[in-house]
C-alpha cells in the first residue's frame, strides 16, 4: 500500500510541490554591503486568492527583459494569479513610467512589482502607492522608501564579477591594454553600481578604461555609441559593456575586420551573448538568473499580498559564463525559450 500511495502521489500537480529555489540573501534587507548569505527558498503552494499584480519594465528592447517577462509568467500561473504589464520604453522615461505605474494601480490591483528606470526617480510616486498595495522591486536597484521586498542581486557584484575577469587575464605588471566601456544610461537604477563594481574590480590590473560611453540600451543607441568609439582613434583592447553593446559589437568589430584584434565582453546576459560565447566571439559574461527573479518577484509580491512575506531582500547567485563552460551552464532559468514572446496582460 505504502508503493502504491507514493506511485499516485508523484502523478499529483506539481504546483503543489513546487521544488525550492537556491537563492541568497543579506543579513540586513536592501543592505548589499553586508554580508550574503545562501538560502534555500520554498516557495508557496498556490495563492490565497487570484490577486491582480500591477508588474513595470523601464523596456522590453532586449531579451533580458524577456527573459524576466518569461518567469513572471511562469509563477503567475503556478500560483494561478493575473497581471498587468507596463513597459517606458527606455531609461530616460521617467516621467512616462510614474504615469503608467500611478494608472496601472488605479485601474484595480493587489500588488505593484516595478523595475525602475531611475534610482531614486520614483520614491515619491512609490511611497504614495506603498500606502494602497505594497511594492516589490525586482531586477534594478531603488531607494528603499515604500519598498516592500526586492528580488534582486547586487548589480556592484555583476560589474566586480565582469571587471575580475578582465583583471585575471592581464594583472597588474602585465602588458597593458585598454577599454572601451559603455556601462548603461547613466542615472538609471543599477548603472552607477555597475559601473563602481567593474571600476573596482580592474584598479589593481593592467587595464585601464580609455573611452566611456553612456546611453540607453536600445541596439540603434548603442550602434551609434560602438561606432563612435572605434571612430575616436583610441586603440582598444576590448569593449565593455551591457549585453546590447556587445551584441552589436560582433557585427560591427566583424565589418570593420577587427573581432581577431577586439575583444567583447558582456556585463550581463542575454540570448544573443550567450550564443556569442558559445561561438567565441564573446569572451564571457554574467548571469543573474533574470527569469528566476521574475519569479521571485510574483512570489514576494503574493506573499506581501497575503501579510506572510518574510524574506525581504533575496536574488540568485551571480556565475560568470565563459566559452569553456557554456555548455555546462544550466540556462533554464538564465534565458528565455527561443519561441516565448511578450504577455502584457495575463487573467
Not at 32 to 48: C, E, I, K, N
Not at 51 to 62: E, G
Not at 325 to 340: I, V, Y
Request: hydrophobic letters at 45%; proline letters at 6%; aromatic letters at 8%.
Amino acid at each position: 500500500m505504502q508503493r502504491i500511495v507514493i506511485c499516485l502521489l508523484t502523478l499529483l500537480p506539481l504546483p503543489l510541490w513546487a521544488e525550492s529555489w537556491p537563492l541568497e540573501t543579506h543579513e540586513v534587507p536592501f543592505d548589499y554591503d553586508s554580508p550574503a548569505h545562501p538560502l534555500d527558498y520554498a516557495p508557496l503552494d498556490r495563492a490565497a486568492s487570484r490577486w491582480t499584480i500591477c508588474v513595470s519594465y523601464p523596456h522590453l528592447k532586449d531579451a533580458y527583459w524577456l527573459s524576466v517577462n518569461y518567469g513572471m509568467v511562469e509563477e503567475a500561473e503556478r500560483l494561478e494569479v493575473g497581471f498587468r504589464l507596463v513597459e517606458a520604453g527606455g531609461y530616460p522615461n521617467l516621467e512616462r513610467q510614474t504615469e503608467q505605474i500611478e494608472a496601472c494601480v488605479a485601474q484595480g490591483a493587489d500588488a505593484l512589482i516595478v523595475g525602475t528606470v531611475s534610482f531614486d526617480g520614483l520614491t515619491p510616486t512609490v511611497q504614495a502607492l506603498s500606502e494602497r498595495v505594497p511594492v516589490i522591486a525586482a531586477v534594478n536597484d531603488i531607494a528603499d522608501p515604500g519598498i516592500a521586498a526586492k528580488a534582486a542581486v547586487s548589480w556592484y557584484d555583476m560589474g566586480a564579477t565582469t571587471g575580475r575577469f578582465i583583471a585575471d587575464r592581464h594583472p597588474k605588471g602585465s602588458a597593458p591594454v585598454q577599454l572601451a566601456w559603455f556601462p548603461g544610461p547613466e542615472g538609471a537604477g543599477w548603472v552607477s553600481f555597475i559601473e563602481a563594481g567593474f571600476r573596482d574590480a580592474i584598479a589593481q590590473s593592467s587595464a585601464s578604461i580609455a573611452l566611456t560611453k553612456y546611453g540607453d540600451t536600445g541596439r540603434e543607441i548603442q550602434v551609434t555609441l560602438v561606432e563612435e568609439a572605434l571612430d575616436s582613434g583610441i586603440e582598444f583592447d576590448y569593449l565593455v559593456g551591457s549585453a546590447p553593446t556587445a551584441e552589436v559589437a560582433v557585427s560591427i568589430l566583424r565589418a570593420r575586420g577587427l573581432e581577431d584584434r577586439i575583444s567583447i565582453v558582456s556585463d550581463y546576459m542575454s540570448h544573443a551573448v550567450f550564443r556569442g560565447i558559445r561561438r567565441g566571439r564573446i569572451l564571457a559574461a554574467p548571469t543573474d538568473f533574470p527569469i528566476m527573479q521574475g519569479k521571485l518577484a510574483i512570489e514576494m509580491a503574493v506573499r506581501a499580498i497575503e501579510g506572510t512575506l518574510e524574506v525581504r531582500h533575496a536574488g540568485p547567485k551571480i556565475q560568470l559564463v565563459t566559452s569553456d563552460m557554456a555548455g555546462n551552464t544550466d540556462l533554464a532559468e538564465t534565458l528565455a525559450p527561443a519561441s516565448f514572446i511578450p504577455v502584457f496582460e495575463l487573467e
